[in-house]
DNA sequence: ATCGACATACCGTCTGGTCGGTTTGCACGA
DNA sequence: TCGTGCAAACCGACCAGACGGTATGTCGAT
């Protein structure tokens, strides 16, 4: 059930709102942000990629910035939603912390290439968007690491996960290779998106677990 | 002898030329950069924090992609300098792979913190560069990353670093940390800047280890 | 007749870059 | 020591154009 929930969740199936032009503008200038960044695009641009005219996409968004939120927004609220599936799924199963943070973090590899054009606006333009909106952004970003940093935590009072290395760096550990992918990956690249995802997530696994030696009394529990 | 070579590679010690404007202008051209990103910053605002006039900025830099391209060129040619640096040594020496490999990791680490400002221009910009000057800085990242990467096969072939993850993305791996910096790490934070290089470190070094299981019996040269 | 959905023409602002001119630093001959 | 010449350093007013955004109008559906 969570299963099918979880794959309800994909990313075409986020609204872009049903209007057209709404649609279409919207694709057009996270194409265009994308490639030539923020500032180097003019509306003329993505209302010219996009088929429509200036009046019709100021008649949907209030601004340039607008869209560029409206991207980040998208994003956002995608990965949390996927992230607190997956959570509750592995609660509801019992799963132990390991299994559910790889999938986890298997998942956050898969979905941030389907949104690799959202990643490289993410990085490149947050500093474009109005102070608010950046407020906005961290405060959504944050709490997307609260939830994550959760299981580490977890993970390391179970003794599963070392210790000797603060939870802030274990997660910016992780989600660098996350924000780093539209810099790098290419789907023409030789791995699959699984493949890739299974790797860098044992890289990361592999380098947070505590060491086999010294095991605490606490009960292991074997999977 | 290396090591003081090594230490006279400090970051203050590449010219910024000796003349005072030029000096002033790349200093405020990369701190406007850093923080309202490169094309929400006028050359006025440049040259008023530098306290000159246009006039004398445009004597010294062709255009404002120019100034762009100097805090690029200044960076990559003092990563590369010490990446060499840090390998000659290490051949020299006849240290094993793994200690080298720590060796510039650690040394990596420490010093894209201390051109924490260049890091984030480096992420953000890079795509406002001239496509020549882009390509230019395309191509000194790719003959850095063959340098890293023949360190990290010569380790494959060794049979200390795994053999079942293709090197291009244990690279991707390690430079994630490295770019990621900018975007998390701040100087207030508790830990020094040497801790968390080799946090960092100590973290890919374990993720990238091969199994000491099924150990081939090529002689393992211990440390 | 009222309203949402657009189209079109237009505006004020700001930008990177230029250019003619002036000042400064300095070698050199008398 | 002083003038002289000359290049490099520097000034700042100016420009052409592009940009985000708006005001006003049209049109079909209800």
Redesign the interface.
């Known amino acids: 059930m969570s299963r099918a929930a979880l794959a309800a969740l994909a990313v075409k199936d986020v609204p872009m709102r049903t209007t057209n032009v709404h649609d279409q503008v919207l694709r057009a200038a996270l194409d265009l942000f994308a ?6 695009t003019s509306v003329q641009e993505i209302v010219a990629a996009a088929g429509v005219t200036k009046g019709a996409m100021y008649h949907y968004f209030a601004s340039k910035d607008d869209l560029l939120f409206a991207i980040y927004e998208r994003m956002l609220s995608l990965q949390k939603a996927r992230l607190d599936q997956l959570v509750a799924a592995g609660a509801e199963r019992g799963d132990a912390v390991e299994d559910v943070l790889r999938a986890v973090c298997e998942d956050v590899v898969t979905t941030s290439i389907e949104l690799l054009a959202e990643g490289t606006v993410y ?2 333009s947050q ?2 968007l109005a102070p608010e909106r950046q407020a906005e952004v961290k405060r959504r970003r944050r709490a997307y690491h609260d939830d994550f940093q959760a299981l580490l935590e977890r993970g390391i009072e179970e003794g599963v996960f070392r210790d000797d ?2 939870p ?3 997660i ?2 992780f ?3 996350v ?2 992918l539209p ?3 290419s789907p023409a ?3 699959t998106t699984a493949e ?1 995802a299974e ?2 997530t ?3 696994l ?3 677990r505590a060491e086999p030696s010294a095991t605490k009394p606490s009960g292991g529990k074997a999977k």
Chains 1, 2 share one sequence.
């Open positions: 490639t030539q960044g923020y500032a180097t990085t490149r500093h474009m290395v603060p802030a760096v274990l910016a550990h989600f660098s290779d924000h780093y810099q790098w990956y690249g030789p791995e890739l790797q860098l044992e890289l990361f592999r380098g947070i």
